[in-house]
């Protein structure tokens, strides 16, 4: 489904709200994009479609109150637990010195 995209970095399950309605979708940070997959309402975590793309270079955040992103015109809940997971992709391609050494490099 993500086709030649290249290695995938981060993905985290978010909810999208507001005037563009809700759905399930698993937002995918691979070495060259990020890709917005919509999913089954019962199966979140079997993604059916493409839902947006955007260029590697596109922050996810800031992260607004809710925890909530905004991607295109789309905004974006998901659980506080993957508020660093959404910071960390950020930091690998905007504040790469900020972050810490990979404890496990082999995995």
């Known amino acids: 489904m993500l086709g030649d995209r290249g290695e995938i970095r981060y993905v985290f399950p ?3 709200a507001g005037p563009s309605g809700t759905g399930n979708f698993l937002v995918v940070v691979t070495g060259t994009s990020i ?3 919509a999913t089954r309402t019962l199966r979140s975590d079997r993604p059916v479609s493409v839902y947006a793309s955007f ?3 596109t922050r996810l955040g800031p992260i607004l109150p809710g925890p909530m992103i905004e991607l ?3 905004v974006f809940e998901f659980d506080e637990e ?7 992709a950020d930091a690998e391609v ?3 010195d900020t972050l810490p050494p990979d404890p496990l490099p082999d995995l």
């Open 94 to 96: 905007f504040a790469p």
């Open 82 to 88: 993957y508020a660093a997971v959404v910071s960390a």
């Open 55 to 57: 260029p590697r270079r």
């Open 35 to 37: 890709a917005v997959l």
């Open 14 to 16: 978010a909810l999208a």
């Open 72 to 74: 295109g015109s789309t």
